[in-house]
């Protein structure tokens, strides 16, 4: 019987963009297979749903969102003059398509607790070159792009840098499923003004109002969405429960979970024995693995296991208090003498319980890379000495906030 022929030329209705079309057979196989299909079950915005009730959106959305954007900054590019070649667009769009899907279940935590030795950029990479394998050396362009490898260097910035589809995306999706509409950025007119340079990524003169709201947007968004209070302490609390499954773990405590999610919490994992079986059984994992864990640890003897774990089901989170200033060691101290003594809490416990941090706003760090203005008369300048905004800045100087979190009476 002959196998039936599938349209791969699919088009995909997306709320921010309207009909996002799959360019090539290739894209289409890309995004039908197992590894990306995962990406499905893993929240782009990880606990901040427990702050706007509408960030349900998935890493799904976000990289098929910055592919389509990938296609209308090529299309700008090429009526510019911009020679990019039909394979080159194919890797571009590979490259962008594929650059988040190493990320975990709630990514950020698990990076901090359980799969520390190796990050999810990384992961990206060991993905994309098993994939490479499996489609025959397809993508052995995108992933010279991806690393920064290939001699054309704009094409990394598109991939990479501060003014990359990876943003340009996730700012605008994030405001739209939070509801947070500072972050609304204006990513069709940014597109609009790229153009190259001596082979790097500029943005003309007339797109400088709209780069100057992009790098506020993001200031806005880091403060209001990702680094907001409530969101933190989840992501802490999590991060906490994760350390302690592990603890328990290795001392021979066998955790209810899954294969994938107990292959993980028994073994260190590190970037030097991140193998090939390590990634399928990573591919396993997404976040319902976690949560699903988390509502049966609820009922394990371990107190702080279960404390933990009934505390974020049912969003009874710790107080936080954010400040300008650090608390002094002698007043961090003092807190954890009177909530030991309120709370009956153990020694081993109080690490769980009472904890302090920082957390660090840096709208444009030109040290990485930088968005580059380019002006009629042929002059390119840092958007930061470009602007008469002086407020752009003041917005490249790294802000940070410290916290202190500790159980309610």
Partial sequence: MSAKKTNKLKILNDPIYGFITIPNALIFDLIEHRYFQRLRRISQMGLSYLVYPGVHHTRFHHAIGCMHLMQNAIRTLRVKGVEISAAEETALNCAILLHDIGHGPFSHALEHSIVTGVNHEEISLLYM??????????????????????????MHQLISSQLDMDRLDYLKRDSFY???????????????????????????????YSAEKFIVGRRLMYWQVYLHKTGVVAERMLVNLLRRANELSTKGFVLPGSKAFQFFLTNQISDANFDSETLKTFAKLDDYDILSAIKDWISHEDEILSSLSKMLINRELLKIEISQTSMSEKEFEQLKVSKQKELGLSSEAMSYFVFKDSIQNQAYDSSKSKINIYFKNGDIADITEASDQLNLQALTKPVVKYFVCYPKK
């Fill in 178 to 208: 939070s509801g947070v509409s500072e972050g609304n950025i204006n990513s069709e007119r940014l597109i609009a003004m790229l153009n190259v340079v001596h082979d790097e990524l500029v943005l003309e003169e007339k797109g400088i």
């Fill in 129 to 154: 070159r098993a994939l490479n394998e499996e489609f025959e050396g397809q993508l052995s362009m995108a992933i010279a792009i991806f690393e920064g490898n290939y001699p054309r260097k704009f």
